[in-house]
């Protein structure tokens, strides 16, 4: 069974970090591209980050890449969101998604259940 679980969310006040984790299981984690899209309440899905399938490449929503970091560590088969520097507008639950193929404009067939981040005082 292919499963994608996040973890890491929870409360935090302005300004904190959090580190999100996306573990895999059941597929060959290393040969696909990764992405973490997040939706606030009451709002659509926002697309924050992607990682190519070798980690050689990079992309962050332009508001967030100063803040955000992606990575990936395959021989754990985990994908990771470093945030800091958070504001109350980050608050929302997090996905990640596999990409189909090693492409990263390929559709994404998988999605974890999401982790909560709360950011206030």
């Known amino acids: 069974e292919v499963q994608l679980v996040e973890s890491g969310g929870g409360l935090v006040q302005p300004g904190g970090s959090l580190r999100l984790s996306c573990a895999a299981s059941?597929?060959?984690?290393?040969?696909?591209?990764y992405m973490w899209v997040r939706q606030a309440p009451g709002k659509g899905l926002e697309w924050v980050a992607t990682?190519?399938?070798?980690?050689?490449?990079?992309y962050y929503a332009e508001s967030l890449k100063c803040r955000f970091t992606i990575s990936r560590d395959d021989a754990k088969k985990t994908l990771y969101l470093q945030m800091t520097s958070l504001k109350s507008e980050d608050t929302a639950t997090y996905y990640c998604?596999?990409?189909?193929?090693?492409?990263?404009?390929?559709?994404?067939?998988?999605w974890g259940q999401g982790t909560q981040v709360t950011v206030a005082p």
């Open positions: 059941a597929f060959s984690f290393e040969n696909y591209a």
């Open positions: 998604a596999k990409s189909r193929a090693k492409t990263v404009t390929v559709g994404y067939d998988y």
């Open positions: 990682i190519s399938w070798n980690g050689d490449r990079l």
